[in-house]
């Protein structure tokens, strides 16, 4: 039967085994077929089991196009590019791509997640279907979105369309969407709108807050959708609670601990196994000792006679 002391190391080699030796490789790149690779803190959903590695809210879905999908709180986007030094996002909604002269449906709205407009956007506003001309100067109807009861629908800027709120109570809908300012060129709103949507808008990521901590420490945030903890996962693939400096402190207390266990295990064995070479020692040094004494027996003798 173990000692208490081995059945105490046999429980920190138990905890150390499962807390700090998973080496799943869930960080690993991915894409859809297309040229917008996907990696932390955006991840692919498709086969995605127990953890992930990256922020929740920025599972993407692949598209029969090969282009990655987000799903915002009102509408489904397709994701063109990811830049992830600049840490932006370009997103096209999916009903209007390719459209000369599409119809948009739902406000662009981010939700309580760590997305932000760019600099780079600018927002427009849509009123369709309305049956009073609006009393906003310089106001054109768009003439691809005229329908068969003569009702018109009208585009501008955000903050350019002065007193709308006497006659917007006309138009059926109002909508807003971004789109970027470069795709805007000659200030042709009316014209340019179409091919600016299909060109899409730029959103920002920020850093989630409950993964300040671990980004700071270098590691990558990990969620468990089934637990619905948040973790953080060091470069050595070492998963921890919160932080990869915590971790690795951790991690070497329970190192010195083992090393600690082995040693003390080890080191009766080993004095057994060498005690030999202890014996054979004390042997030459009787040998020696007596060697010594008779060597001075024989020179006393010389210097007698």
Not at 79 to 97: A, F, K, P, W
Not at 167 to 187: F, L, Y
Not at 255 to 272: D, M, N, Q
């Amino acid at each position: 039967m173990l000692e208490p002391f081995y059945l105490l190391c046999a429980l920190f080699s138990a905890i150390f085994m499962t807390c700090y030796a998973d080496s799943s490789p869930i960080c690993a790149p991915s894409d859809c077929g297309n040229e917008v690779p996907i990696k932390y803190p955006f991840w692919k959903r498709s086969g995605t089991v127990g953890e992930v590695c990256g922020y929740p809210e920025f599972g993407l879905e692949c598209s029969k196009k090969g282009y990655p999908i987000l799903q915002l709180k009102t509408d489904t986007y397709y994701v063109t590019d990811i830049n992830y030094v600049n840490h932006s996002i370009t997103l096209v909604d999916i009903d209007v791509m390719n459209d000369t002269c599409p119809r948009a449906k739902n406000n662009v709205s981010i939700g309580n997640i760590p997305l932000s407009f760019s600099n780079l956007d600018m927002n427009i506003t849509f009123y369709f279907n309305c049956s009073s001309q609006p009393s906003v100067v310089g106001a054109v109807p768009i003439k691809c979105l005229i329908n068969g009861q003569g009702k018109k629908s009208y585009v501008f800027e955000v903050g350019t369309d002065i007193g709308r709120r006497t006659w917007t109570n006309s138009c059926d809908a109002e909508v807003m969407v971004a789109v970027k300012h470069d795709q805007i060129n000659s200030g042709d709103l009316i014209n340019e709108f179409g091919a600016a949507m299909s060109k899409g808008f730029v959103l920002d990521w920020n850093r989630a807050v409950d993964c300040a901590e671990c980004e700071l420490s270098d590691g990558y945030c990990a969620y468990n959708g089934t637990t619905r903890q948040t973790m953080c996962i060091c470069k050595d693939s070492i998963i921890v609670a919160e932080s990869c400096k915590k971790g690795a402190t951790t991690a070497a207390v329970i190192a010195g601990l083992l090393s600690i266990c082995y040693f003390t295990y080890k080191l009766p064995r080993w004095r057994e196994k060498y005690s030999f070479l202890t014996k054979g020692q004390r042997n030459n040094n009787w040998l020696c000792n007596a060697m010594s004494v008779t060597s001075y027996a024989f020179a006393s003798a010389l210097l007698t006679h």
